[in-house]
């Protein structure tokens, strides 16, 4: 995973999740600092409250885009740096990563996890 991406993703700021083939496109918002970062296994924890309108397009697709970024890391051309990671995802209700994500958030109903098929530096 790229260290950049990772030092990003320490920094607090919205991450936006895009079902890039719903139509039209159901899009959410979250805060970076809630995103759970698995680097061994490739993937992204995101509780989830609400996104009912992410799960539904999973249902006939389940690819999803994220945009995320900080101006406090160093980008291509100057200050900020931010990325479009693409990827699938699917939600879970049970389990130890559910449960420890449960503790950290109680208000959540589920989990998002996102594997991670490619992480794109744009800026």
Known sequence: MDPKFVEVMKYEGPATI????????????????????????????????????????????NHVTLTMGTKEVEGTVGPGAGYHVHGTGEFFESGAEFDEMKETFPWIRKVLKVKIDDIEQKI
């Open 18 to 61: 895009v079902t890039v083939n719903g139509h039209p496109a159901s899009v959410v918002n979250t805060w970076m600092s809630y995103i759970k970062v698995n680097q061994a296994g490739n993937y992204l924890l995101i509780p989830a409250a609400g996104m009912r309108s992410i799960e539904h397009d999973f249902e006939k697709d």
